[in-house]
């Protein structure tokens, strides 16, 4: 029997500097493991993460706001929702679901890590999992969300032996978008989002991600998701509707494969 409930929330400030963090619960057989993370990327600077399998705390969400408070961590962010949720499942078979809320496409949020104090727009989501990554029918995720002051785009695609994609610009389905090398076509009214080549936040295998948090756990799942990596990366980005800029934001976006 496999379950994971993950949470992933972000900010980005106006002037580029990236928090990423992650609230996991996973049960396989005997193993049960309570991780997160939390990073902290600067431009000019390498980035910087923190992970911890003990005092793990998961976000705790309500109607409008979504807050995490992490002490061993040092984090302590609220997330102020803007847009309505989104919820989908993804994926359901008789040997699991993949369930996905994005609880919050657009907040404005502020998180303190340690004395430094952050703010800008954030994203929030929760994924619910009994369907193991290595029955996963697919082989390549790519996965992100474009934020600024007046929109919200958030994409999902599959590669493999299921392909599919799913993409929300302001909430409103979005059936005829695909993601290319430099953002997003097929919007609606002729939208395109484009985003620079940016910078690198995160490159590793999965496995390394909490290798040094909890080893023992690392041994047992190596041969199943040994071959996980993603490459996240952090982007300025432009909404483009007939050659005109609706607006500039931030773009998170990245590449799981295995």
């Known amino acids: 029997m496999f379950t994971l409930d993950k949470w992933y929330v972000d900010l980005v400030t106006d002037d580029g500097a990236a928090l990423i963090g992650y609230s996991a619960d996973l049960r396989w057989h005997a193993i049960h493991l309570r991780y997160a993370s939390f990073l902290v990327s600067r431009p000019g600077q390498p980035p910087r993460e923190h992970a911890i399998v003990r005092g ?3 976000p705790d969400a309500t109607a ?32 699991g679901t993949i369930a996905w809320s994005c609880l919050f496409p657009r907040a404005r949020a502020t ?18 999992l009994s369907l193991a990554p ?13 934020l600024s002051a007046g929109h919200s785009l958030v994409w999902i695609e ?3 032996t299921l392909a599919r994609h799913w993409a929300w610009l302001d ?4 059936p005829a978008a695909r993601v290319v090398s430099d953002g997003v076509i097929g919007l609606a009214a002729g939208c395109v989002l484009h985003w620079d080549s940016g910078r690198e936040v995160r490159r590793r295998s999965v496995i390394e991600a909490v290798h040094d948090a909890a080893p023992a ?15 996240k990366r952090l982007s300025r980005s432009t909404l483009v509707a007939d050659g ?3 607006d500039e934001g931030w773009a998170i976006h990245e590449e799981v494969t295995w």
């Open 64 to 95: 409008d706001r979504l807050r995490w408070w992490s002490p061993p961590l040092r984090v302590r962010g609220v997330w102020h929702r803007l847009t309505p949720t989104i919820e989908e499942t993804l994926l359901e078979t008789p040997a």
């Open 171 to 174: 909430g409103a389905p979005q």
């Open 111 to 128: 998180v303190e890590v340690g004395d430094a104090r952050y703010e800008g727009f954030g994203y929030g989501e929760q994924l619910r």
């Open 134 to 146: 290595w029955d996963f029918p697919f082989r390549a995720l790519r996965w992100g969300r474009h």
């Open 217 to 231: 756990v690392v041994r047992r799942l190596t041969g199943r998701i040994g071959s996980m990596d993603e490459h």
């Open 244 to 246: 005109k800029v609706l």
């Open 56 to 58: 793990v705390t998961a």
């Open 158 to 160: 599959w590669e493999g």
